[in-house]
């Protein structure tokens, strides 16, 4: 057996998503959603704020998007683009420099000849491209001068096909005639291809042949025409934005150095060409921005080029990550251009976040409206009432000092007895009874208990409970545009989701009517108040909302009616007959009689009234006062962030006051 120990190395996980990563927090993730959603948002809109923030160990679009903005500014600012002007002025000089050293060496030449190459250096003009063009037919002594300036016609070719062709100029280095006739009848075969598709003459044979022939220039392998034009498009887009970024000067002169790449203008020729059947078969891309650059280091013309390329992609995924755009998904995020970028963790924190916005639509906690528009679900809605009703205990157990076991079980007294459980059954099973039923049954059946039983819904007994009075309870809750201002919206839709919660689940006997009101009264489902988004609205319609309280205590006469109004201002508008409402500031005597009425006649059933009052405002204070004192009720000042467990409380003191007249 190989006893050699064998030595383990360890470092970063990098194959794509980190597999020991935390799972996404869609429970952070659905409450920061439900906030802004109770805020005023639309689900739709929280999804994406969401996105847009991250979470506590999430980092969010907003984030990726100033990474992508600072890389953005880093290339501009530490680049420049005259990198190939100055690469060839120092060849020039070179070869200057080496030719003035061997005409000085050079014992045996005349005079004259010597006197007027000097002259012929000494005049040269002062543009690099201007005094590379004057020395083409230079009759140069010095072999290696000779080889600098050759270096100057190879190294244009190079960048000029850099430009087009991603790593052609190392390609290229010391290549040969043979070499550079390759790619020259490329240039003409691609340029014969192109003109041919841009006027519907191609074959799928022509491209065959093409890449039988010219493969080995393009590593992406393109099948088509098609595909073999995105893959040149893009960079050629990008070089003319490189020139076009250039001064002037600097243009004019690559313009005028063009003419010397490989000792031939023949190649700047076909690469025009190209360009310009690029252009036409590729109008969308960018062919005329232009950057601006200022730094130190200097780019080639192949180098630029790349840069211009990664400025465009960067601003693509500015815009991706933006989710501006009618549409938009976080799948539409380009990760691979994301790693390229910004580095493997900025494409991972990408991943992650489409991977929660695609649990989020998927887990059920959001919907489809009929209308097309996103909403909370149910399943999310009981999630996030379970959260804001636990909140409410907990303010609740810390008045007492202990645990408020009011929200521990249905209401009654156990009597002792167990009986077999039904559908619809809310009373806690009889743990006993039902272990020992399984047992009998599954002996019964043949089975072995020893051997692990399942329990079957036949096996269940659930406690019987003393009966209970069950409750009609109306939360009216003010609605005017005075609650969104002074920032009650949000704890109003909290304590709206909480007794919901607490009615639906803990006793679900009881019957829960919410109700706002602003200029108007209407009755809403849970999920349309959560959605409600504030308006300017003014009016503040107690009496509509009253009226519609009473028509559900009608509805259900056995119950026990309790009403909860949470307001935070004197009723400013009133129903009259004919069904429009009436509004005045201050507050008209009809509207204040016709308030108090109705109030009246929901007392006369023997509800329990309690107002929840919000703010500070004296005139209210002394008007809720006066009201609860009619109708034998309470009033109730909550700060803002125990309004829930206000009304909880007062909800929960109702039943019991029932519960003990009851018995």
């Known amino acids: 057996m190989d ?142 001068a000779q080889e600098s300036y050759d270096k100057i016609k190879d190294l244009l070719g190079r960048e000029l096909l850099d430009q087009r062709f991603a790593g052609m100029k190392d390609a290229l280095e010391n290549a040969t005639d043979e070499d550079r006739q390759a790619v020259a009848e490329m240039l003409q075969d691609l340029n014969q291809l192109l003109d041919a598709h841009r006027r519907g003459e191609d074959t799928e044979q022509m491209m065959k042949d093409f890449m039988a022939k010219h493969g080995q220039f393009f590593p992406e392998n393109p099948e088509t025409v098609e595909e073999l034009i995105d893959a040149l498009a893009e960079r050629a887009a990008a070089a003319q934005r490189m020139m076009r970024s250039m001064s002037q000067e600097q243009r004019d002169e690559l313009m005028e150095l063009s003419a010397q790449a490989f000792g031939s203008s023949e190649l700047m020729s076909q690469l025009s060409q190209l360009d310009a059947n690029l252009q036409s078969l590729r109008p969308g891309e960018d ?125 009654g007294e156990q009597t002792g007895a167990s009986r077999e459980w039904q559908f619809g059954d809310t009373e806690p099973w009889d743990v006993t009874r039902t272990v020992t039923n399984a047992v009998r049954r599954t002996v019964t059946e043949g089975g072995d208990p020893n051997a692990g039983m399942r329990i079957d819904v036949r096996d269940v007994e659930v406690t019987e409970t003393e009966a209970r009075t069950q409750s009609a309870v109306a939360l009216l809750v003010d609605v005017s545009y005075s609650m969104a201002a002074e920032g009650r919206w949000v704890p109003m839709k909290r304590t709206a989701l909480a007794l919901h919660h607490l009615v639906s689940t803990r006793y679900r006997g009881d019957r829960l009517e919410l109700v706002t009101f602003g200029f108007f009264a209407q009755t809403m489902d849970i999920d349309e108040l959560t959605g409600l988004s504030a308006v300017r609205e003014q009016g503040t319609n107690l009496h509509h909302g009253l009226l519609l309280a009473e028509k559900f205590f009608r509805e259900h006469p056995s119950m026990q009616p309790v009403l909860l109004v949470v307001t935070d201002g004197e009723p400013t508008a009133h129903l009259q007959a004919e069904g429009h409402s009436w509004f005045a500031y201050p507050p008209d005597q009809e509207t204040l009689r016709l308030t108090v009425t109705a109030l009246d006649r929901v007392a006369r059933r023997g509800t329990q009234v309690t107002f929840f009052r919000l703010g500070d405002d004296p005139g209210l204070a002394r008007f809720m006062g006066t009201l609860a004192e009619r109708v034998g009720g309470r009033v109730v000042a909550p700060d803002l962030d125990e309004l829930g467990a206000a009304v909880v409380d007062s909800y929960l003191r109702s039943r019991r006051h029932a519960e003990e007249w009851y018995d």
């Open 287 to 411: 062919w005329s921005g232009q950057e601006s650059f200022s730094g130190d280091e200097g780019l080639g013309l192949g180098d630029g080029t790349g840069v211009l390329q990664d400025l465009a992609e960067l601003e693509s995924l500015a815009e991706q990550l933006g989710q501006a755009y009618g549409g938009a998904r976080l799948d539409d995020v380009d990760v691979d251009a994301l790693a390229r970028q910004l580095g493997d963790d900025a494409a991972a924190s990408a991943r992650m976040l489409a991977d929660l916005e695609r649990q989020m639509r998927s887990s059920g906690l959001l919907r489809r409206a009929p209308d097309g528009s996103l909403r909370l679900s149910p399943a999310a809605m009981r999630r996030l009432g379970k959260s804001l009703l636990a909140d409410a205990a907990k303010q609740l157990s810390g008045r007492t000092g202990s645990r408020d076991t009011r929200l521990a079980g249905a209401a």
């Open 3 to 144: 006893r050699r120990r064998r030595r383990s190395r360890y470092g970063r996980f990098a194959g794509g998503p980190d597999p020991l990563a935390p799972p996404v927090d869609l429970a952070e993730a659905l409450k920061a959603v439900s906030d802004d959603v109770m805020a005023g948002y639309s689900p739709e809109g929280a999804l994406r704020e969401y996105m847009r923030r991250g979470g506590r160990e999430q980092r969010g679009l907003d984030d990726l998007a100033r990474d992508v903005h600072r890389r953005r500014q880093e290339l501009l600012r530490d680049h420049r683009l005259d990198g190939t002007l100055e690469e060839v002025k120092k060849l020039l000089d070179e070869a200057v420099l080496e030719e003035r050293k061997q005409l000085a060496r050079d014992a045996g030449m005349d005079d004259g000849d010597r006197a007027l190459r000097e002259m012929t250096l000494d005049s040269l003009p002062s543009s690099t491209a201007a005094a590379v063009n004057s020395l083409s037919s230079y009759d140069w002594q010095s072999s290696q």
